[in-house]
């Protein structure tokens, strides 16, 4: 034999042109490839809009706790705040008000309200849910947290929130 090494450099010479041309393969971008693109060009803190109301600017118009009730303040951020309605610890209702500058969208749905609280336009939203729009840019939305706080509960709720406060607010 004259090259006795020969099968072994052949076997490594074959390995590696076989992982070469297997590196240098390109894979058409899968559709997670492209949604990362697009995301990865955004410009972060896109969801709330530059001109949304501060948070905490809306705490002043949620209804006052009475009639043993208790208002406990769980979240505020810049368009968004929120309340618990709470009676002897227990959860009844999720109080929120929103600025619809960030969502468009939740504005819209009001077009078609036929119902109205306070002079504002008004839906049900599920079974669970009653929202208001206020000077066609806020949202006040009441969610029920139990059973026992009903549609006409969350209406009740809804009236005591001061709106011409924060219609002004723009």
């Not at 058409?28 to 949604?35: I, K, Q, T």
């Not at 227990?90 to 600025?99: G, N, R």
């Not at 468009?104 to 049900?124: R, S």
């Amino acid at each position: 034999m004259i090259f006795p090494n020969a099968r072994r450099v052949l076997a490594a010479f074959l390995l590696s042109i076989l992982l070469f041309v297997t590196a240098c393969q390109t894979q058409a971008p899968s559709r997670f490839d492209e949604v990362q693109a697009i995301s990865s060009q955004q410009k972060s803190g896109q969801a709330v809009a530059k001109d949304a109301t501060q948070g905490g600017s809306f705490n002043q118009f949620f209804p006052k706790a009475s009639r043993g009730y208790e208002r406990v303040y769980t979240q505020e951020k810049k368009g968004f705040a929120e309340a618990k309605l709470k009676k002897d610890g227990k959860d009844l209702a999720l109080m929120a008000i929103s600025d619809t500058r960030s969502l468009p969208t939740a504005a819209a749905k009001f077009k078609n309200a036929t119902k109205q609280i306070a002079g504002y336009p008004a839906l049900e939203i599920g079974n669970t849910q009653t929202a208001v729009l206020v000077a066609d840019r806020y949202q006040v939305k009441v969610i029920s947290r139990d059973a026992s706080f009903t549609a006409s509960d969350r209406e009740a709720l809804l009236k005591e929130f001061d709106y011409q406060g924060l219609a002004k607010l723009q």
